[in-house]
Every structure is written in structure tokens, then in C-alpha cells.
């Protein structure tokens, strides 16, 4: 295809007008393990597949679900190393915003300065763009929020949304599943179904991750045994 | 944002380059702006369970109090708090800069900080600007290694010790810490001590005054008691009060709004791709 001439170089644009690199890019998150998230009318709650390449490795220690700030969590579908680089940049950037405004940066203003960051690497000489997509859940003054941005840099804010693996069965069955009266505890059930929907093998509190947040404006991820209690109320 | 980063130095020590421009300023007759000295008390003492840190709340520029009621005792981590002596300016920025790499170094641990690392990340950061940031602290706090007490002198080097005293006011407490103090104090007997150290700089040192704030630090739990005790309340309040003399005539009542309300349209920045 004519594209192939123009699919090396990250800066330059292809006949059809798209950047290849990004897509490709999107490629790789697309074979990521499956991320979803779901806004609640009193929360947000984030979930991902946590599928290790082998029984031998420490489950304990790897963690997908990540905190920015109290209020704010992310996680991601793709390349965990692009994901951990970025998710430092964010924390830096919520506290450099913290110490000029002396205010918890608001949760579209840390999307915002993200989606920069990933958007310069799409523009820039000698690097590619970040293999990622981020779901960033938070809790402010606007209420509960849940946003993705994609590798290009764009960004959206989402009542429920998938990506990774098994991105259109997700989110078929999020679109049926989904009403806007729901509350955190539902959310969370209807993560876990989801979840099972395109699972392999046996869900349980080792291989899934849960992050949630509620009124309290308090990000947590939950532990390994609070999933199980979760899982067994879905069943 | 990006200038709010430029402003650090990139490579480390100070950046004399403006200091030929302000030597030639001077001959020429320009003064160099007056900062605000705190002229302090500010102690520290490790009691059984942790650490009790107190301090004065006056702010002096020259001979003139500049306020009343300041707060000296600067929060660095849940665990951790940090007293400053000096300019107050310095010690603000310094503990406000610490205290955020702190927030983001707990993030990328996730665990408690240590006392040890904000002492270190203070007397480097003193170190490299060779005593001109004029901050003299008190830090205290305790961490899963236990209660620790540390003092950091402007120019960057610290002393460890079960209690301390800094600031114009220190002779004066430190007399009192002296003969009072002994090891295996309990919360209350380490609260008078120290409230008795500071009242001793408060009413011999020109440079403290009003009140006396004290913060005691306990594994898992901190107390920050603003104005603990006031000793120097305004007693003269005119009894007559403050009202016009009956022979004033009032001519004219009228209300002038020093602004307009703005209405904020909800609209945002919606992304498109």
C-alpha cells in the first residue's frame, strides 16, 4: 500500500493524510490486555486484566492500577514501561500544579498536561509516541470523571469505556449493561462481568485489578482478598 | 509551567551572575530591599513516645513587628514537621519545595518518609546556595526507625540531638532546656517544657513574642496546636468603643459595588481529534 513509503518517519504525513506511526501505535494497544472503566453517579471505578507471563512470577509485587494524585488514578492498556514513564511526568506535573496554585489539580487539567506530553512525541524528532492508552479516573469539584487518551495525544471523557484485547465485546456489552443512575458498588459488579466476558481461564483476585474511587475523594486500589469479596457477590 | 521549572538552577550552586550589577547598584546609592527576619524561638525536644517541636509567632522586620500571629512550624509530611528561624521568605519556599518532593518521592515508594531524607534534601538544597537562603531549622518528626530531632544550619550542616534550640531567642530557651530536661519525658511534662522554653524566649528576647505554638509528633498521629497558649493578650479596649461624636451629621447613605459579577459559561475544552 502507498503508505508503506511514509510509515518509517513519525513527522511525516502519508497520502491518505494519516500519521502511520500512531496508528501503529494503536496497534499495540489494541494487543494489550483489556482495561475498563465505569462512571457511577457517586464514583468511577477502573479494571484491568492482570495476566503475567508465567506462574513463577510474583504477583504481589507487579501493579497495573496506579495513584497520580489522592483523587486521581490511571491505568493502562499496552506497554507498561511507556505507562510508568508517563505516570511519572503526570505526578510531577499535579504537584508542580499544586505548589504554583496551592489547589489539587483538577482532574481535566492533569488529562490536559498528559495528553501534551503524548502529543509532543508524536511531533518531535528522534522519539516515537508512547504505547499506550491511559483511563484516568477522578474525583473532583465537577464530580466523578473518567477520561482515556490515546497515543496520538486526543482525549475523551467517557460514561463507560474498554480498550485493549477484547475492546468490542467490552464495550457492547458495557453499552447494554450501562445506566447513568448506577452506583459505585454496581459499577463495580458490572466491571467484573465484563471483565469474565473475555476472560481466559479462571478469574480470580490474583489475575484482575480493581481501582475505585467514591465520595470519600479517595483513590484505592484494591487488595487482592477485596476483589475475591467482589467477585464472589458478582457470581 | 514550563518557566516555573526554567527558575530552578540546572546545574547545582548558586548563579552569581547578577552579583557585578548589584555591587555597581549599591555604589551607586541604591539600598537593597529589607527583608522579613523572623528573629524566633524555635525548640524541639524528643519525649518518650516522639517528638514535641514549639515556637513563637512574631515576625519582625527591624525593629518593627511585622505580625502578630505567624506560623513558624512548617508541615513537611504527615509525619514529619519543620520549624524555621531566619528569613522568612527562605524558610517558607524551603520547606514548601521540600515538602513536595517528599509528597512525590512517598508516590513513587509508597511508603512513609523518612525524617533522614527531608533532613538530607534540605541541607544539600542549603548547601548549594553556601548559607545564602538564611534558613535555620528544626525538624522533627517520626518514621518506622523512630522519633528523630535535627537541627540545619544555613549553611547546610546539621546536628542530631534529643533536643534543640534555634532562632535570636535560643539562649534563652535553651537555659531553660537545660536544667528541665531529661530523657523519658512524658506528652504532657514535654508539652510544659517546651511551652516554658519558648515563653522564656517570648518575654526576654526582643526579637519573639506573642504566642506560642507547639506540634507534638507520635507514631501514626500529629497534634498541631496553634496558639497553645497566648500569654500576651490585648488587655486596654476602650470602653467607650469606637462611634461618631453625637454633633456628626450623616448627609448621605449610598452603596457602590466595587465589582461586577461575572457570570462563568460552562463550555470548557472539548477535544477534537
Known amino acids: 500500500m502507498g503508505d508503506s513509503q511514509y510509515s ?24 494489550g490486555q483489556t482495561s475498563l472503566g465505569i462512571k457511577a453517579s457517586n464514583g468511577v471505578v477502573i479494571a484491568t486484566e492482570k495476566k503475567l507471563p508465567s506462574i513463577l512470577v510474583d504477583e504481589a509485587s507487579v501493579q497495573k492500577i496506579q495513584t497520580l494524585t489522592p483523587n486521581i488514578g490511571v491505568v493502562y492498556s499496552g506497554m507498561g514501561p511507556d505507562s510508568r ?51 484516568v479516573a477522578g474525583y473532583d469539584d465537577k464530580g466523578p470523571q473518567l477520561y482515556q487518551v490515546d497515543p496520538s495525544g486526543s482525549y475523551f471523557s467517557w460514561k ?21 443512575e448506577m452506583e459505585l458498588d454496581d459499577a463495580v459488579h458490572t466491571a467484573i462481568l465484563t471483565l469474565k466476558e ?8 490474583k489475575n484482575i485489578e480493581i481501582g475505585m474511587i467514591g465520595n470519600d475523594r479517595i483513590f484505592k486500589v484494591l487488595s487482592p482478598s477485596e476483589v475475591e469479596d467482589y467477585l464472589q457477590e458478582a457470581e | ?39 524566633t524561638t524555635i525548640v524541639g525536644l524528643v519525649f518518650q ?22 506560623e513558624k512550624i512548617h508541615y513537611m509530611a504527615p509525619n514529619i514537621y519543620c520549624c524555621g528561624a531566619g528569613t522568612a521568605a527562605d524558610t517558607e519556599a524551603v520547606t514548601d519545595m521540600v515538602s513536595s518532593q517528599l509528597k ?79 530523657e523519658g519525658l512524658t506528652r504532657d511534662e514535654g508539652v510544659k517544657l517546651v511551652a516554658e522554653a519558648i515563653c522564656s524566649g517570648i518575654f526576654n528576647d526582643l526579637g519573639s513574642g506573642s504566642n506560642v505554638d507547639v506540634c507534638v509528633i507520635t507514631k501514626g498521629k500529629r497534634e498541631y496546636l496553634r496558639n497553645y497558649m497566648l500569654p500576651n493578650p490585648r488587655t486596654y479596649v476602650s470602653e467607650k468603643g469606637y462611634s461618631f461624636s453625637k454633633k456628626t451629621e450623616v448627609l448621605l447613605t449610598k452603596i ?18
Request: hydrophobic fraction near 35%; aromatic fraction near 8%; charge should be positive.
Open chain 2, 49 to 70: 513516645d516522639g517528638v514535641i517541636l514549639g515556637a513563637d509567632t512574631r515576625a519582625t522586620e527591624g525593629p518593627i513587628v511585622a505580625d502578630k500571629n505567624c
Open chain 1, 85 to 135: 514513564v508517563l505516570v511519572r511526568k503526570s505526578r510531577k506535573q499535579a504537584e508542580q500544579y499544586y505548589r504554583l496554585y496551592k489547589e489539587p489539580i483538577p482532574v481535566t487539567q492533569l488529562v490536559r498536561e498528559t495528553a501534551t506530553v503524548m502529543q509532543e512525541f508524536t511531533q518531535s524528532g528522534g522519539v516515537r509516541p508512547f504505547g499506550v492508552s491511559l483511563l
Open chain 2, 104 to 182: 512525590l518521592h512517598r508516590f513513587h515508594t509508597g511508603r512513609e518518609s523518612r525524617v533522614v531524607t527531608a533532613l538530607t534534601l534540605l541541607k544539600s538544597h542549603l548547601f548549594s546556595y553556601q548559607g545564602h537562603v538564611s534558613a535555620a531549622l528544626v525538624l522533627g518528626g517520626v518514621d518506622v526507625t523512630g522519633p528523630h530531632l535535627h537541627t540545619i544550619y544555613p549553611h547546610g550542616s546539621t546536628d542530631t540531638l534529643p533536643f534543640a534550640t534555634m532562632g535570636s531567642g535560643s539562649l534563652a530557651a535553651m537555659a531553660i532546656f537545660e536544667s528541665k530536661y531529661r
Open chain 2, 1 to 39: 509551567m514550563s518557566r516555573f521549572e526554567e527558575s530552578a538552577p540546572a546545574r547545582g550552586g548558586f548563579s552569581y551572575d547578577l552579583c557585578k550589577r548589584n555591587e555597581m547598584l549599591m555604589q551607586k546609592g541604591l539600598k537593597p530591599s529589607s527583608y522579613l527576619k523572623t528573629g
Open chain 1, 8 to 31: 518509517f518517519s513519525l513527522t511525516t504525513f502519508s497520502p491518505s493524510g494519516k500519521l502511520v506511526q500512531i496508528e501503529h501505535a494503536l496497534t499495540a494497544v489494541g494487543s
Open chain 1, 198 to 205: 473475555g476472560f481466559e481461564g479462571q478469574i480470580s483476585g
Open chain 2, 256 to 273: 457602590t459595588p466595587l465589582r461586577e459579577l461575572v457570570e462563568v459559561i460552562e463550555g470548557g475544552d472539548a477535544m477534537e481529534e
Open chain 1, 160 to 180: 463507560a469505556s474498554a480498550m485493549g484485547k477484547n475492546v468490542s465485546n467490552a464495550k457492547t456489552f458495557l453499552e447494554k449493561r450501562y445506566t447513568e
